[in-house]
């Protein structure tokens, strides 16, 4: 069984091809990278996967189940989350709170239980709240659990959108750049967490452009450019593959 | 009880300004400006629910405001409804109305929302003026005594509790829906709503909820201000006074429960008082709205009180 499937995805943006006729197959468990030049329509791949766009053409299946037409939440219902390149914190609430949001699936919902605050609503707020504080705890906030969000610093945000999409308790955990914009260190950080996020089971998919991180990390690296599949493997048959160079050559060769 | 809980602290301290505020109100005159406070407050507590939180802007409850005391009006008037039976009618109507409204109206953004509800405010005023025959067009019309029960409020002093006793059921509501996970859904939404899809909530039910909520409190409160003062006319339907509305929870603090009637208070007060202002009342809501916006977008309460914490709580800067 296959986790994720994708048969001849294609997004287009009037004339742009973002994603273009794509088939792909994600195993369930490890790290699966996809890595291409910018633009190669990566994002654009979460977006299609996450329900944030939907496809001009072609099937999503989730777990052998076609998933296309279910809407962002509903995905995120049946275990689906992800991080964002831009970071999509909450900005009006505080770092906790915003991890507890992520909770919401599997807390109570209710609206007459919430408008008088029965005490399954009282017990929920406690269950959300412990749970965002283990998750900060694990992802290395713990000294930002009382600070607003909008006073972490850039770093501090990216973890706390990973504690955040896994306080939904994803199946598969789509993380879009995790460690653009981080120093040395902290990429080592974010690699050890995203190591020990998969060890626990959750399957990783991941965008990067930190070739070392993707290198080191990856079970499977798959590698798309202009939106269309160019190449599948392991990090040593990627890091030899005449087509993938060639890609990425000739993005350097675009920016002289 | 938490008492530590700033909600439970917040509602304590409201009862207790509502219990001793009759004791400094000596005249009918006072009493009428109390009750048309806690009329407003209750209103903007439930559009700063969708305003402050959700973040969802409406330039047209005046409408639902108007549409409830009108339906406690003619459902007494010409349907012979007891009046709580009527109250509840309308709300029941405008509940529907407004969840009809909702889905199309909200999945605008921004200014398009803004004309949007707008407009929506604007043809409910201009059915109030033309229904001539239900509503008496722009002369208004008359609204008979409410009844609950058979107890018949008649002094100032009986209407006063009523009425903060309904902006205290509102708050109460209000703080219970904003301390839980629909809250923390609704200010997510505000966020950014599309990493709140990505958390598996349903922005648009959302979005849809708070709106019903906040017209229906608007409706009820205009219901019991329809009793209260005994006459009403379409001019409550009016597009300025939807501007006060959002002004006053501009003001009192975007994302406060508290802070909204605050804003009530202070924009219900001052012109009464200040009759200097009576020509100029317009200019004076736009000057607040502006400066509020440009100086101190968060609003009264929730400056001071970051103010106040930071004086206070936060001695040892980390
Ligand atoms: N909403 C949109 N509207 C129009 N064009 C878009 C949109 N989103 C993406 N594109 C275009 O689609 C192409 C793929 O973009 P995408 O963001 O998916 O690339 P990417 O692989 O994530 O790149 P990067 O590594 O720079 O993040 C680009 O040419 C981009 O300009
Ligand atoms: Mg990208």
């Given at each position: 069984?296959?986790?994720i499937s994708v048969e001849h995805l294609t997004?287009?943006?009037?004339?742009?091809?973002?994603?273009?006729?794509l088939d792909?197959?994600?195993?369930?468990?490890?790290?699966?990278?996809?890595?291409?030049?910018?633009?190669?329509?990566?994002?654009?791949?979460?977006?299609l996967?996450?329900?944030?766009?939907?496809p001009?053409a072609g099937r999503i299946f989730f777990?052998d189940e076609d998933v296309t037409d279910?809407?962002?939440?509903?995905?995120?219902?049946?275990?689906?989350?992800?991080?964002?390149?831009?970071?999509?914190?909450?900005?009006?609430?505080?770092?906790?709170?915003?991890?507890?949001?992520?909770?919401?699936?599997?807390?109570?919902?209710?609206?007459?239980?919430?408008?008088?605050?029965?005490?399954?609503?009282?017990?929920?707020?406690?269950?959300?709240?412990?749970?965002?504080?283990?998750?900060?705890?694990?992802?290395?906030?713990?000294?930002?659990?009382?600070?607003?969000?909008?006073?972490?610093?850039?770093?501090?945000?990216?973890?706390?959108?990973?504690?955040?999409?896994?306080?939904?308790?994803?199946?598969?955990?789509?993380?879009?750049?995790?460690?653009?914009?981080?120093?040395?260190?902290?990429?080592?950080?974010?690699?050890?967490?995203?190591?020990?996020?998969?060890?626990?089971?959750?399957?990783?998919?991941?965008?990067?452009?930190?070739?070392?991180?993707?290198?080191?990390?990856?079970?499977?690296?798959?590698?798309?450019?202009?939106?269309?599949?160019?190449?599948?493997?392991?990090?040593?048959?990627?890091?030899?593959?005449?087509?993938?160079?060639?890609?990425?050559?000739?993005?350097?060769?675009?920016?002289? | 009880?938490?008492?530590?809980?700033?909600?439970?602290?917040?509602?304590?301290?409201?009862?207790?300004?509502?219990?001793?505020?009759?004791?400094?109100?000596?005249?009918?005159?006072?009493?009428?400006?109390?009750?048309?406070?806690?009329?407003?407050?209750?209103?903007?507590?439930?559009?700063?629910?969708?305003?402050?939180?959700?973040?969802?802007?409406?330039?047209?409850?005046?409408?639902?405001?108007?549409?409830?005391?009108?339906?406690?009006?003619?459902?007494?008037?010409?349907?012979?409804?007891?009046?709580?039976?009527?109250?509840?009618?309308?709300?029941?109507?405008?509940?529907?109305?407004?969840?009809?409204?909702?889905?199309?109206?909200?999945?605008?953004?921004?200014?398009?929302?803004?004309?949007?509800?707008?407009?929506?405010?604007?043809?409910?005023?201009?059915?109030?003026?033309?229904?001539?025959?239900?509503?008496?067009?722009?002369?208004?019309?008359?609204?008979?005594?409410?009844?609950?029960?058979?107890?018949?409020?008649?002094?100032?002093?009986?209407?006063?509790?009523?009425?903060?006793?309904?902006?205290?059921?509102?708050?109460?509501?209000?703080?219970?829906?904003?301390?839980?996970?629909?809250?923390?859904?609704?200010?997510?939404?505000?966020?950014?709503?599309?990493?709140?899809?990505?958390?598996?909530?349903?922005?648009?039910?959302?979005?849809?909820?708070?709106?019903?909520?906040?017209?229906?409190?608007?409706?009820?409160?205009?219901?019991?201000?329809?009793?209260?003062?005994?006459?009403?006319?379409?001019?409550?339907?009016?597009?300025?006074?939807?501007?006060?509305?959002?002004?006053?929870?501009?003001?009192?603090?975007?994302?406060?429960?508290?802070?909204?009637?605050?804003?009530?208070?202070?924009?219900?007060?001052?012109?009464?008082?200040?009759?200097?202002?009576?020509?100029?009342?317009?200019?004076?809501?736009?000057?607040?709205?502006?400066?509020?916006?440009?100086?101190?977008?968060?609003?009264?309460?929730?400056?001071?009180?970051?103010?106040?914490?930071?004086?206070?709580?936060?001695?040892?800067?980390?």
């Open positions: 069984m296959s986790l997004k287009s943006f009037g004339g742009i091809v973002a994603v273009n006729e792909l197959t994600i195993e369930p468990g490890g790290i699966v990278s996809i890595i291409g030049p910018n633009g190669a329509g990566k994002t654009t791949l979460f977006n996967l996450s329900g944030i766009y939907q001009t777990a279910l809407s962002c939440h509903e995905l995120a219902g049946i275990g689906l989350s992800r991080t964002f390149q831009n970071v999509q914190s909450f900005m009006n609430m505080s770092a906790l709170e915003n991890v507890m949001v992520g909770c919401h699936l599997h807390s109570n919902q209710r609206f007459i239980d919430t408008l008088l605050q029965l005490p399954s609503i009282k017990k929920s707020n406690r269950e959300c709240r412990d749970t965002a504080i283990e998750l900060m705890t694990y992802v290395g906030l713990k000294d930002y659990i009382s600070a607003p969000a909008d006073r972490l610093p850039y770093g501090a945000l990216k973890r706390l959108e990973i504690a955040r999409a896994l306080a939904t308790r994803p199946r598969v955990l789509l993380l879009d750049e995790p460690a653009a914009g981080l120093n040395p260190r902290e990429t080592q950080e974010i690699d050890d967490l995203i190591r020990d996020i998969a060890k626990q089971g959750t399957t990783v998919m991941l965008v990067e452009h930190d070739m070392k991180l993707v290198m080191g990390i990856s079970d499977r690296i798959i590698v798309i450019d202009h939106g269309q599949w160019l190449a599948e493997g392991t990090a040593e048959e990627i890091r030899h593959n005449p087509d993938v160079i060639a890609a990425y050559l000739g993005e350097q060769g675009r920016n002289r | 009880m938490n008492w530590r809980q700033p909600h439970t602290g917040g509602m304590v301290m409201l009862l207790a300004v509502m219990a001793v505020l009759p004791l400094f109100l000596d005249n009918s005159f006072q009493y009428e400006i109390a009750i048309k406070v806690a009329l407003n407050a209750a209103v903007c507590v439930g559009l700063n629910l969708l305003i402050g939180y959700t973040g969802q802007i409406s330039l047209g409850h005046a409408g639902f405001f108007a549409l409830g005391a009108y339906s406690s009006a003619i459902l007494t008037d010409r349907y012979g409804l007891p009046p709580m039976a009527a109250m509840l009618t309308g709300a029941l109507g405008v509940g529907l109305l407004s969840f009809i409204i909702a889905r199309p109206i909200l999945k605008l953004k921004g200014h398009y929302l803004a004309m949007g509800t707008l407009g929506m405010g604007v043809i409910i005023s201009i059915v109030l003026n033309q229904e001539a025959d239900f509503t008496g067009g722009p002369d208004g019309m008359s609204v008979a005594a409410l009844t609950i029960f058979g107890w018949e409020p008649v002094t100032e002093f009986q209407w006063y509790w009523i009425a903060v006793g309904f902006l205290a059921l509102c708050v109460w509501l209000s703080l219970n829906l904003i301390n839980s996970p629909v809250g923390r859904a609704l200010r997510a939404v505000h966020g950014s709503e599309i990493a709140a899809r990505t958390m598996g909530i349903d922005t648009t039910h959302y979005k849809v909820l708070v709106f019903v909520v906040s017209a229906v409190m608007a409706c009820l409160a205009g219901s019991l201000f329809a009793h209260y003062n005994g006459y009403i006319t379409p001019s409550k339907a009016d597009f300025f006074y939807s501007i006060e509305l959002v002004t006053m929870v501009v003001l009192g603090g975007m994302a406060s429960t508290f802070g909204a009637v605050i804003g009530a208070v202070v924009l219900t007060v001052v012109p009464q008082v200040l009759t200097v202002f009576e020509n100029y009342e317009m200019m004076v809501f736009g000057g607040v709205l502006m400066g509020m916006i440009i100086f101190m977008h968060k609003g009264l309460l929730p400056t001071l009180s970051e103010f106040i914490g930071k004086r206070f709580h936060e001695p040892d800067k980390r």
